[in-house]
């Protein structure tokens, strides 16, 4: 039987591991956090997925109590701005597509061939409440959807059957430290202090930790939280890491923390810029923006992309202190090796642009629970559990090589060469096929990882690659599709009508 489990870092992912396992085996299993004081967290990560509400429902938390805490805002999709054509935008809602007569609004957008609205626009309600920087919720609390209101309780990403129709942003290390009140409340012991060493046992697990000052710390299963260091899963037990930089080459961001000049304007979304070497993060939080510019150094060196983030975001703020990023980016042949799991950054990381950081934790915490192992350490349970996670990150690298592959702009030598980058033969199977017809759940990657078909729709369609219409809605009636198009513009007026300003509602249970 496992009895301790042994944390190595105290990042988001150190602390959403051990409050999660503190939330699902309570005193049953011993949990100890070792931080460094010495190596800082790497204070991004401030943007999420709408299933992260099941991460704080399930650890029993109230979003009014929590989010004001982590300075947080709500996010309904991301904003991608300046991809095709300089000046435009589109979005990536967290909102399914309706359906009429089993063809979806996508599907009806390209048969009726109104265009003079973007697809986005006529086929999601949220892009208006997007335009109108409207919150998710009426200031008595209720959420703009029927139905979803309240906990969705002790469930998991598994669970999901309707969409919460929004995700957060919040600062990174508010929300780190709030989970680490939350773990120690419920019994995690935490120990301040680094490690210098990790030593195996005869069969190659990890028998113990030896730190500077709190001796040596033994456990019986150890997850490795140290970031980008991967100090138990690479270094220790000298896992292959395999870059995924031939597809996804943006290596470095710098990121600014940057005060708002009106604090009473709060958009209800991430916006992604394209710039002249990768892309920029905007992420608004309560009391200030997170900004960030992830590139790729073969194309601008670290001090010009500062520049270009500095005169795009904050020109005459040279106070504002610049946070250099290099970023590993691609995964582990295995996050589970032995008596070693790695969550968080150790384990995998595809560049920012979809927000996916946070979502790889929160599933691999749960796939870790729903693996958990015994004294046998039974190899299947371990095959299984490595085959999930590197699906699931497998699955939003070739979603993400799309977005380039996708992209319209040709206009500086990091967009050009972005057209030539090779791509993974399965991908390039699946935009041969979108360049003739919608995607679906059976044509887009096989395997869970948390996208669905209408996402890879929006991107395609938001970056103007449309397929011909399917003929068969030449046989339907299409005044039923217009009427439901009519019907989601009235209820997208409604509410943009009625709901109050995203900043209104959070200043509202900001107190
Ligand atoms: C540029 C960028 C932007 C991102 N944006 C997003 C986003 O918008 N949304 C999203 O979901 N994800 C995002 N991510 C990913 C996200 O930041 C991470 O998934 C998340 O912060 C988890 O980080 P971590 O806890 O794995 O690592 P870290 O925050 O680096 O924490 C590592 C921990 O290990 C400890 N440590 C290291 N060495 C030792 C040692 N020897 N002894 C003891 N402790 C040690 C450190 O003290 C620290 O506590 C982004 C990542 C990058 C690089």
Known sequence: MIRSIVIVGGGTAGWMTASYLKAAFADRIDVTLVESAQVSRIGVGEATFSTVRHFFDFLGLDEADWLPKCAGGYKLGIRFQDWSIPGQHFYHPFERLRSVEGFSLADWWLELGDHSQPFDRQCFITTALCDAKRSPRMLDGSLFTTGMDGSLGRSTLDDQRAQFPYAYHFDADKVASYLADYAVRRGVRRIIDSVE????????????????????????????????????????????????????????????????????????????????????????????????YVYSDQFISPEEAEQELRAAIAPGRDDLQANHIRMRIGRNTESWVKNCVAIGLSSAFVEPLESTGIFFIQHAIEQLVKHFPDEHWNPALTRAYNNRINRAVDGIKEFLVLHYKSARREDTPYWKAAKLRPMPDSLAERLDLAANRLLDEETIYQGYHGFESYSWNAMNLGLNRRPPANPALKHLDANIAREAMAQLQKEADELVATLPSCYDYLASING
């Open 197 to 292: 060493n990790v030593r195996l046992d005869e069969r190659g697990h990890i028998s113990n930790i030896q730190t500077a000052e709190h001796g040596d710390i033994a456990g019986d299963l150890f997850i490795d939280c140290t970031g980008f260091r991967g100090l138990l899963i690479n270094k220790a037990l000298d896992t292959t890491f395999m870059s995924f930089e031939d597809v996804l080459p943006n290596n470095r961001a710098v990121a600014l923390r940057v005060p708002r000049a009106d604090v009473t304007e709060m958009e209800p979304y991430t916006t992604a810029t394209a710039m002249s070497a990768g892309w920029m993060w905007t992420i608004p939080l309560f009391q200030r923006n997170g900004n960030g």
